[in-house]
């Protein structure tokens, strides 16, 4: 990538993660009567994280000719979900981990029922700004959009990776039960942000769409690829978890399957592919373009 | 209650079961990949439970004209946040309950890693069904469905008022913060379920979803009065956990606050006022009436 291409990146990145910022703190102030939730709600949201989903999200939106106002609800959605994910996966009956962020997690920073709720609370809050009010966009497109998310953060999606990749947790896993793992439990909420970014514009078209179905296809996998990698290559101080926790825990890997090298050319060829989907699109696809080859350089 | 109506209440509350189990046995036989999780889900969620908030949601769409066909994706949603709900709360971390309908809780037969997961994918799988698609009713109700179903589960509803009741444990609080602990924690799913059997219906007046919005009201919180007065006069074996387990927890209770037969005589009044509310409805409403008097006569 050109220092030019990374510059206008980095921009771009910058201002998707203050629109996302702007939208959470919004929904995050709102008539919750709890203190103590409410306070924990943002401390698991606001204030840190690369804002990926978000980010692919707004970069669709863009890509069919809308602009980046539109996808502001599925933006916001999609990292609540994420976000509720991080904060259950770290319990100690889960990942068990400490830290997130660099930052204290959850359940260390507050208490595990705490962590439990305000997961719980996540979810619902995604929902519910999915489904808000929004003069320009029809209601059969928003509930369309509440049905892919439920889908693909549910037991068919996410929810349902990270149950099998418990299930794998010790046992042999091919390359085909492993993508089936990834392409469920990070993948689903990768690809869905695309997809929710170009349903958030009523004027995309159904080529338009399909074309970002491919390039979320292989841009969800090649994000997990490049997450294991870094599970073996970064430092605990730029991933701000500890270095090699996944592979510490027996869990199989792409890298502890294929080797790094391969593992490598695999992330780039997956990158090459998303970005030869979006062959037909003009130049307003050039931040998912460049976020396609962002994925498979990121250091944490 | 005479035995006549006794008898048809429970032709309905049996009608209005079979209804929500074959529901959510359709919904919980989809594409889950993980065997695991699929089958405790289904262990949350089948065989078993009174299934009241779905009762509620068939019989506010009988009263207001409509089917009982209308409101199986309300039904079934409400008690997936229901039974999600419950999960969550017998973790360790929470209630820490071994029993629940007298089975072992989720995470008791499975793990806590698997009880965390089930839940986070029922609340997914309440809003994937309550958005799905049903010819007889437009887009723009359904998703008011999905707007009041997230705010009444999250952080504004089901999930703050847990939270409250965390913070109120070792507390000394008046009656007036018990009801608003209460009204979010019990009574807002409670008044959902009433909601949406009416909103399931297209042609649901709005002076007939007010009357509904009453009589939810007043049953939601004469639900908890009633479950405070169990906790202390029921036993483990009719409650299917053990008896005193809330006041044990130094947690306030309406019979705490207020000694037994106030608070018979309070549930047996709300009872009274959300039949009230329903004086302009003809017959249709019978079930809903006859609903509010089991309400607070229920032994578990």
Redesign the interface.
Known sequence: MSTSNTSALNDFLQQCQQRVDERLGTALD?????T???EA?RYACLGGGKRIRPVLAYGSALAVGGELAAADNAAAAIELIHS??LV?DD?P??DDDDLRRGKPTVHKAF????A??V???L???A??II??DRDTL???N??AM??L???K?????M??G???D??AVGEKLNIQQLE?MHS?KTGALIRCAVLLGGMSCESASDSQMTALAAYADNIGLAFQVQDDILDVIGDTSQLGKPQGSDSDKNKPTYVSLLGLDEAKALANSLSDKAIAALQEFPGSADPLRELAAFVVSRFH
């Not at 709102?30 to 709890?34: L, N």
């Not at 208490?111 to 705490?114: G, R």
């Open positions: 709102a008539e919750i009567a709890s103590q939730l409410l709600m509720y994910s259950h319990l009956a889960m208490d595990e029922a705490t439990i709720l997961g719980d609370a979810q619902s809050l929902f519910q489904s808000t029809c209601a059969n928003r509930l509440v049905q998310l439920s889908q953060a549910g037991a068919t999606g929810v349902g990270q149950s099998l418990f299930e089936q469920l």
